[in-house]
T-cell receptor, first 112, second 116 residues
């Protein structure tokens, strides 16, 4: 029962262009959504989060959009840089808990 | 300032053996969570500890156990190892249970466990 889904296992984007990573979820009881980035041999690194009461949060080159009616989350990276090449995970927190449910990840490759 | 430290970094065990993984959280962080990441999958929640008490448990068998010490460090124990326990085990720390929720956890680099 995969409650958080990242249907694109990989994505390639040219340097300077926009990267859009998508995430779908099935549980309407999630109250926080987060994006993590993971490089090989390192633990996941927090990128950006959004509360379920908001529809957009921006931090520098990173913007997360939440569409609750569609149960869809997306991360926009503008402009994309080669150093952004990593695996990106979306994660969701069920309300009233302190755990995160992670998607399976999308491998982003930014081409110079 | 040290981040989340995990030891050992790599480990090879035989089926049926027992293993103990260790985690030291960021100084001042009182909550530690454990996640298992199998190759090709996202991290899966195992346990959360706060102030030495278990505050959450994922869908893992009783072969998995953990504890938190007075200095907030933590150990994850897995008994009767199976081949399917081969994974990257991640420890994450946070200030408190809900503190810094918008900032997420801080993860360590993990322990790579291989069961043969």
């Amino acid at each position: 029962d995969q409650q958080v889904k990242q249907n694109s296992p990989s994505l390639s984007v040219q340097e300077g262009r926009i990267s859009i990573l998508n995430c779908d979820y099935t549980n309407s009881m999630f109250d926080y959504f987060l994006w993590y980035k993971k490089y090989p041999a390192e633990g996941p690194t927090f990128l950006i989060s959004i509360s379920s009461i908001k529809d957009k949060n921006e931090d520098g080159r990173f913007t997360v959009f939440l569409n609750k009616s569609a149960k869809h989350l997306s991360l926009h990276i503008v402009p994309s840089q080669p150093g952004d090449s990593a695996v990106y995970f979306c994660a969701a927190r069920p309300s009233g808990t302190y755990k995160y449910i992670f998607g399976t990840g999308t491998r982003l490759k930014v081409l110079a | 300032d040290a981040g989340v430290t995990q030891s050992p970094t790599h480990l090879i065990k035989t089926r049926g053996q027992q293993v103990t993984l260790r985690c030291s959280p960021i100084s001042g962080h009182k909550s530690v969570s454990w996640y298992q990441q199998v190759l090709g999958q996202g991290p899966q929640f195992i346990f959360q500890y706060y102030e030495k008490e278990e505050r959450g448990r994922g869908n893992f068998p009783d072969r998995f156990s953990a504890r938190q010490f007075p200095n907030y460090s933590s150990e994850l124990n897995v008994n009767a190892l199976l081949l399917g326990d081969s994974a990257l085990y991640l420890c994450a720390s946070s200030l408190g249970l809900g503190a810094g929720i918008a900032a997420g956890y801080t993860f360590g680099s993990g322990t790579r466990l291989t069961v043969v």
